[in-house]
Protein backbone atom coordinates (compact mmCIF):
# COMPACT_ATOMS: atom_id res chain seq x y z
CA UNK A 1 0.00 0.00 0.00
CA UNK A 2 1.15 3.22 -1.09
CA UNK A 3 1.96 6.17 1.45
CA UNK A 4 -0.61 8.07 -0.45
CA UNK A 5 -3.82 5.06 0.28
CA UNK A 6 -2.15 4.94 3.85
CA UNK A 7 -3.34 8.22 4.58
CA UNK A 8 -6.78 7.69 2.57
CA UNK A 9 -7.34 4.91 4.58
CA UNK A 10 -6.66 6.36 7.95
CA UNK A 11 -8.65 9.54 7.21
CA UNK A 12 -11.47 7.26 6.02
CA UNK A 13 -11.27 5.80 9.45
CA UNK A 14 -10.79 8.76 11.69
CA UNK A 15 -13.64 10.13 9.84
CA UNK A 16 -16.04 6.53 10.83
CA UNK A 17 -14.86 6.74 14.42
CA UNK A 18 -15.93 10.29 14.61
CA UNK A 19 -19.71 9.19 13.77
CA UNK A 20 -19.51 6.45 16.10
CA UNK A 21 -18.09 8.28 18.81
CA UNK A 22 -20.81 8.67 20.64
CA UNK A 23 -21.53 4.69 20.82
CA UNK A 24 -24.95 4.54 18.53
CA UNK A 25 -25.51 2.13 15.68
CA UNK A 26 -24.63 3.52 12.20
CA UNK A 27 -25.81 2.32 9.09
CA UNK A 28 -23.34 1.21 6.57
CA UNK A 29 -25.16 1.33 3.37
CA UNK A 30 -24.15 -2.28 1.78
CA UNK A 31 -25.15 -2.61 -1.62
CA UNK A 32 -23.17 -5.61 -2.25
CA UNK A 33 -20.94 -3.65 -4.79
CA UNK A 34 -16.86 -3.13 -4.23
CA UNK A 35 -17.29 0.03 -2.93
CA UNK A 36 -19.90 -1.27 -0.02
CA UNK A 37 -17.07 -3.80 0.91
CA UNK A 38 -14.29 -1.01 1.15
CA UNK A 39 -16.52 0.91 3.50
CA UNK A 40 -17.44 -2.37 5.26
CA UNK A 41 -14.18 -3.49 6.13
CA UNK A 42 -13.05 0.40 6.87
CA UNK A 43 -15.72 0.33 9.37
CA UNK A 44 -14.83 -2.87 11.17
CA UNK A 45 -11.07 -1.35 11.00
CA UNK A 46 -12.80 1.54 13.02
CA UNK A 47 -14.19 -0.49 15.80
CA UNK A 48 -17.79 1.19 16.08
CA UNK A 49 -20.65 0.23 16.50
CA UNK A 50 -22.82 -0.53 12.99
CA UNK A 51 -25.33 -2.46 11.03
CA UNK A 52 -24.53 -3.22 7.25
CA UNK A 53 -27.95 -2.37 5.68
CA UNK A 54 -28.81 -3.99 2.18
CA UNK A 55 -31.86 -1.89 0.62
CA UNK A 56 -33.08 -5.02 -1.92
CA UNK A 57 -34.77 -3.70 -5.27
CA UNK A 58 -35.67 -6.95 -6.41
CA UNK A 59 -33.66 -6.43 -9.37
CA UNK A 60 -30.24 -6.42 -8.41
CA UNK A 61 -27.76 -9.09 -10.57
CA UNK A 62 -28.11 -12.80 -9.75
CA UNK A 63 -25.52 -13.68 -6.63
CA UNK A 64 -26.25 -10.40 -4.23
CA UNK A 65 -28.44 -11.70 -2.59
CA UNK A 66 -25.90 -14.57 -1.17
CA UNK A 67 -22.97 -12.20 -1.13
CA UNK A 68 -25.15 -9.83 1.14
CA UNK A 69 -25.76 -12.56 3.25
CA UNK A 70 -22.06 -13.87 3.62
CA UNK A 71 -21.18 -10.48 4.57
CA UNK A 72 -23.60 -10.56 7.37
CA UNK A 73 -25.86 -7.52 5.87
CA UNK A 74 -29.15 -7.05 7.14
CA UNK A 75 -31.66 -7.55 3.88
CA UNK A 76 -34.22 -4.99 4.39
CA UNK A 77 -37.17 -5.46 1.40
CA UNK A 78 -39.19 -2.67 -0.13
CA UNK A 79 -43.34 -1.90 0.51
CA UNK A 80 -43.26 -2.78 -3.36
CA UNK A 81 -40.95 -4.55 -6.15
CA UNK A 82 -39.60 -3.23 -9.28
CA UNK A 83 -41.79 -4.56 -11.30
CA UNK A 84 -45.10 -3.54 -9.04
CA UNK A 85 -43.48 -0.22 -8.97
CA UNK A 86 -43.65 -0.28 -12.72
CA UNK A 87 -47.44 -1.59 -13.13
CA UNK A 88 -48.39 1.49 -10.90
CA UNK A 89 -45.44 3.95 -12.84
CA UNK A 90 -44.63 3.25 -16.18
CA UNK A 91 -41.11 2.59 -18.01
CA UNK A 92 -38.72 3.93 -15.57
CA UNK A 93 -36.10 6.54 -17.80
CA UNK A 94 -33.56 8.93 -17.06
CA UNK A 95 -35.87 11.59 -17.06
CA UNK A 96 -38.40 9.99 -14.49
CA UNK A 97 -36.89 7.66 -12.47
CA UNK A 98 -38.83 7.10 -9.14
CA UNK A 99 -38.25 3.83 -8.64
CA UNK A 100 -34.57 4.95 -7.50
CA UNK A 101 -36.74 6.84 -4.59
CA UNK A 102 -39.34 3.83 -3.96
CA UNK A 103 -36.64 1.27 -3.67
CA UNK A 104 -33.22 2.96 -2.53
CA UNK A 105 -33.57 6.44 -1.35
CA UNK A 106 -35.10 5.76 2.06
CA UNK A 107 -33.35 7.27 5.44
CA UNK A 108 -33.00 3.60 7.63
CA UNK A 109 -30.54 4.99 11.05
CA UNK A 110 -29.65 8.51 11.48
CA UNK A 111 -26.44 8.16 10.53
CA UNK A 112 -25.27 6.10 7.27
CA UNK A 113 -21.51 5.48 5.83
CA UNK A 114 -22.14 5.59 2.08
CA UNK A 115 -19.12 4.27 -0.83
CA UNK A 116 -19.96 6.86 -3.06
CA UNK A 117 -16.89 8.29 -4.97
CA UNK A 118 -16.53 11.07 -6.97
CA UNK A 119 -13.91 9.91 -9.86
CA UNK A 120 -17.25 7.84 -10.80
CA UNK A 121 -18.77 9.92 -13.19
CA UNK A 122 -18.52 13.97 -13.90
CA UNK A 123 -22.14 14.64 -12.00
CA UNK A 124 -20.51 12.67 -8.44
CA UNK A 125 -17.37 15.22 -8.59
CA UNK A 126 -19.66 18.44 -9.65
CA UNK A 127 -22.19 17.36 -6.68
CA UNK A 128 -20.52 15.57 -4.03
CA UNK A 129 -17.75 18.34 -2.39
CA UNK A 130 -17.77 17.07 1.14
CA UNK A 131 -16.60 13.96 2.89
CA UNK A 132 -20.55 14.40 4.94
CA UNK A 133 -23.58 16.17 4.13
CA UNK A 134 -27.23 16.05 5.52
CA UNK A 135 -29.01 14.37 3.02
CA UNK A 136 -33.00 14.96 3.11
CA UNK A 137 -34.99 11.98 1.44
CA UNK A 138 -38.85 12.06 1.18
CA UNK A 139 -41.22 15.44 0.79
CA UNK A 140 -43.47 17.10 3.03
CA UNK A 141 -44.41 15.37 6.47
CA UNK A 142 -42.65 12.39 5.03
CA UNK A 143 -39.13 14.52 5.32
CA UNK A 144 -36.61 12.85 6.86
CA UNK A 145 -33.17 13.93 7.84
CA UNK A 146 -29.49 11.19 7.40
CA UNK A 147 -26.08 12.41 8.28
CA UNK A 148 -24.43 11.09 5.47
CA UNK A 149 -20.45 10.11 5.17
CA UNK A 150 -18.46 9.46 2.37
CA UNK A 151 -15.37 7.84 3.64
CA UNK A 152 -13.58 7.13 0.16
CA UNK A 153 -15.34 10.03 -2.00
CA UNK A 154 -11.31 10.55 -3.20
CA UNK A 155 -10.40 7.36 -3.90
CA UNK A 156 -9.50 6.20 -7.32
CA UNK A 157 -10.80 2.32 -8.75
CA UNK A 158 -6.87 1.57 -8.28
CA UNK A 159 -7.27 2.89 -4.14
CA UNK A 160 -9.69 0.55 -4.17
CA UNK A 161 -8.51 -2.54 -5.95
CA UNK A 162 -5.20 -2.28 -3.91
CA UNK A 163 -7.48 -1.60 -0.50
CA UNK A 164 -9.50 -4.78 -1.51
CA UNK A 165 -6.56 -7.47 -2.53
CA UNK A 166 -4.35 -6.05 0.69
CA UNK A 167 -7.16 -6.69 2.90
CA UNK A 168 -8.00 -10.13 1.33
CA UNK A 169 -11.78 -9.02 0.95
CA UNK A 170 -13.68 -11.42 -1.18
CA UNK A 171 -15.93 -9.37 -3.69
CA UNK A 172 -19.41 -9.78 -5.62
CA UNK A 173 -18.33 -12.72 -8.23
CA UNK A 174 -19.09 -10.21 -10.84
CA UNK A 175 -16.11 -8.24 -10.33
CA UNK A 176 -13.93 -10.88 -10.85
CA UNK A 177 -12.10 -11.36 -14.49
CA UNK A 178 -11.55 -15.19 -16.08
CA UNK A 179 -7.46 -14.32 -14.58
CA UNK A 180 -9.40 -13.76 -10.70
CA UNK A 181 -7.77 -10.28 -11.05
CA UNK A 182 -10.92 -7.81 -10.73
CA UNK A 183 -12.07 -5.25 -12.94
CA UNK A 184 -12.94 -1.99 -11.10
CA UNK A 185 -15.09 -0.46 -13.93
CA UNK A 186 -17.68 -2.93 -13.64
CA UNK A 187 -20.85 -1.62 -11.89
CA UNK A 188 -23.24 -3.92 -9.91
CA UNK A 189 -26.31 -1.30 -10.13
CA UNK A 190 -29.78 -2.32 -10.97
CA UNK A 191 -30.05 -4.71 -13.70
CA UNK A 192 -30.83 -3.06 -17.05
CA UNK A 193 -30.80 0.33 -14.92
CA UNK A 194 -32.30 3.64 -17.08
CA UNK A 195 -29.00 5.36 -16.20
CA UNK A 196 -26.83 3.51 -18.05
CA UNK A 197 -25.97 4.49 -21.41
CA UNK A 198 -28.45 2.89 -23.78
CA UNK A 199 -26.18 0.68 -25.66
CA UNK A 200 -24.69 -0.80 -22.23
CA UNK A 201 -28.58 -1.25 -21.26
CA UNK A 202 -29.00 -3.25 -24.22
CA UNK A 203 -26.24 -5.42 -24.05
CA UNK A 204 -27.66 -5.75 -20.32
CA UNK A 205 -31.02 -7.15 -22.06
CA UNK A 206 -29.17 -8.94 -24.18
CA UNK A 207 -27.33 -10.88 -20.98
CA UNK A 208 -30.80 -11.15 -19.17
CA UNK A 209 -33.00 -11.81 -21.86
CA UNK A 210 -35.67 -12.83 -18.89
CA UNK A 211 -36.19 -9.03 -18.13
CA UNK A 212 -37.22 -8.12 -21.52
CA UNK A 213 -39.85 -10.24 -20.84
CA UNK A 214 -40.62 -9.37 -17.07
CA UNK A 215 -40.34 -5.53 -18.54
CA UNK A 216 -42.96 -5.93 -21.05
CA UNK A 217 -45.25 -7.62 -18.55
CA UNK A 218 -45.36 -5.18 -16.42
CA UNK A 219 -45.47 -2.17 -18.86
CA UNK A 220 -48.48 -3.99 -20.19
CA UNK A 221 -50.16 -4.49 -17.10
CA UNK A 222 -49.68 -0.52 -16.55
CA UNK A 223 -50.73 0.56 -20.13
CA UNK A 224 -53.98 -2.13 -19.76
CA UNK A 225 -54.81 0.55 -16.82
CA UNK A 226 -53.64 3.93 -18.01
CA UNK A 227 -55.13 4.20 -21.47
CA UNK A 228 -56.14 7.37 -21.30
CA UNK A 229 -52.22 8.81 -20.75
CA UNK A 230 -50.59 10.40 -23.40
CA UNK A 231 -47.63 8.58 -23.05
CA UNK A 232 -49.66 5.38 -23.41
CA UNK A 233 -51.45 7.06 -26.50
CA UNK A 234 -47.93 7.07 -28.36
CA UNK A 235 -47.73 3.71 -28.80
CA UNK A 236 -49.59 0.81 -30.78
CA UNK A 237 -48.37 -1.42 -27.90
CA UNK A 238 -45.91 -2.42 -25.20
CA UNK A 239 -43.65 -3.11 -27.84
CA UNK A 240 -42.84 -0.63 -29.54
CA UNK A 241 -43.09 1.47 -25.78
CA UNK A 242 -39.91 -0.69 -25.28
CA UNK A 243 -38.10 -0.26 -28.47
CA UNK A 244 -38.44 3.52 -27.66
CA UNK A 245 -37.14 3.23 -24.16
CA UNK A 246 -34.16 1.16 -24.29
CA UNK A 247 -32.63 1.43 -28.04
CA UNK A 248 -33.38 5.35 -28.34
CA UNK A 249 -31.34 7.28 -26.26
CA UNK A 250 -33.58 10.55 -27.12
CA UNK A 251 -36.40 11.59 -28.24
CA UNK A 252 -35.22 13.48 -31.91
CA UNK A 253 -33.76 9.87 -32.84
CA UNK A 254 -36.70 8.09 -32.19
CA UNK A 255 -38.86 10.98 -34.25
CA UNK A 256 -36.51 10.77 -36.78
CA UNK A 257 -37.01 6.84 -36.97
CA UNK A 258 -40.55 7.04 -36.86
CA UNK A 259 -40.36 9.48 -39.87
CA UNK A 260 -38.58 7.17 -41.89
CA UNK A 261 -41.01 4.44 -40.89
CA UNK A 262 -43.65 6.08 -41.11
CA UNK A 263 -45.23 4.25 -44.48
CA UNK A 264 -43.52 0.98 -43.62
CA UNK A 265 -45.28 -1.61 -40.74
CA UNK A 266 -42.79 -2.61 -38.20
CA UNK A 267 -43.87 -5.50 -36.21
CA UNK A 268 -41.59 -4.28 -32.99
CA UNK A 269 -42.55 -7.61 -31.72
CA UNK A 270 -40.82 -9.38 -33.86
CA UNK A 271 -37.91 -7.33 -33.63
CA UNK A 272 -37.36 -7.66 -30.16
CA UNK A 273 -37.84 -11.38 -30.17
CA UNK A 274 -34.77 -11.33 -33.32
CA UNK A 275 -32.34 -9.39 -31.43
CA UNK A 276 -32.88 -10.87 -27.72
CA UNK A 277 -33.59 -14.42 -29.02
CA UNK A 278 -36.78 -15.07 -27.24
CA UNK A 279 -40.74 -15.84 -27.65
CA UNK A 280 -42.67 -12.69 -26.51
CA UNK A 281 -46.14 -13.74 -25.54
CA UNK A 282 -48.05 -11.39 -23.46
Not at 58 to 76: A, M, N, Q
Not at 135 to 158: C, F, N
Not at 182 to 192: A, Q, S
Amino acid sequence: MTDELQQKVERAVKLIQSAGADGKTVEVAYSGGKDSDVILELTRMAGIKYQAIYKNTTIDPPGTIKHVKEVGGVIVRPKMTFFEHMTKNGFPNMFQRSCCRVLKEYKVLDRSIQGIRKCESTKRDQVYQEPTECRVYGTGRKKQSVEALYPILDWTDDDVVTFIEERGIKVHPLYYREDGTIDPTRRLGCMCCPLAYYKKRIDYFRRYPRMVKAYCRAAKRYMDTHRDTPTVQKYADVYEWFTREVFFERQSGWQDHKTVTKYTHVDYKEFLEKVFGITLNL
